[in-house]
């Protein structure tokens, strides 16, 4: 488990391997093994594969344009455009995209009180450890894996599109790599870690 902790990279290059469904069901499974905040487990996956897939591109793309022209959900990032175009590039080559969902979650759009805000943010950080696991099991397996959240570029289409009760949080690709990242550069344990006693 450490090796695969050490091992995992972001993996933008795939080879058109097709995965097994029994990989991606363990993949899952090592998903719903994660701690959730009160054992709500407030996850919910959508596998996409094959024309779904390709459909989805299509409707990815068009979101991104409108974010480009008109009616922007995220105005001030434009800047960030362009690396989400890369990103759908990049799904287009994984053969599995995985959209994950909260299953209890509200509009990013609603105002929220505080304790509904604390509901939320412990639900997404029980969603965000269920996909860290998906990545390290697809990593012990030799599978690669990106966490996507360039979805918010597209994210009325996307949420239409997959016409599921609750909120969509990220999507990860998976695929056999077509490339061997170097670990990108860390923030040394000295600037971050504060000991007390
Ligand atoms: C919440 C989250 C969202 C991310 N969204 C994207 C994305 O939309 N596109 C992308 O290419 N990479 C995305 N990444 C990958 C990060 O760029 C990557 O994890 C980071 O650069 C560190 O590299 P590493 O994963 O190889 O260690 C995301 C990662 C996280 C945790």
């Not at 993996?11 to 054992?39: E, M």
């Not at 596998?47 to 008109?70: P, T, Y």
């Not at 269920?130 to 597209?154: H, R, V």
Request: charge should be neutral.
């Amino acid at each position: 488990m450490i090796s695969a902790i050490y091992n995992r990279r972001s993996i933008r290059k795939f080879t058109d391997q097709p995965i097994s469904q029994k990989d991606i069901t363990d993949i899952i499974q090592s998903g719903i093994k994660a701690p959730s905040s009160k054992n709500r487990q407030p996850w919910k996956y959508i596998v996409i594969q094959g024309n779904a897939k390709k459909e989805m591109l299509q409707v990815f793309r068009l979101g991104i344009e409108r974010e480009e022209n008109d009616n922007a959900l995220l105005p001030l990032s434009k800047q960030h455009i362009a690396a989400a175009k890369h990103t759908v590039d990049i799904m287009a080559e994984a053969p599995i995209i995985v959209f994950v969902v909260n299953s209890m979650g509200k509009s990013i759009l609603t105002e929220l009180t505080p304790e509904e805000h604390i509901y939320e943010i412990c639900n997404i950080q029980s969603i965000s450890a269920s996909i860290q696991n998906m990545l390290l099991a697809a990593t012990e397996k030799g599978i690669g894996s990106l966490w996507i959240c360039d979805i918010y570029f597209a994210y009325s289409e996307l949420c239409k599109w997959l016409d599921s009760d609750g909120q969509l949080i990220a999507a990860i690709a998976f695929g056999y790599p077509n490339e061997f990242p170097k670990e990108k550069p860390r923030k040394k344990i000295e600037d971050i870690v504060e000991w007390r006693s």
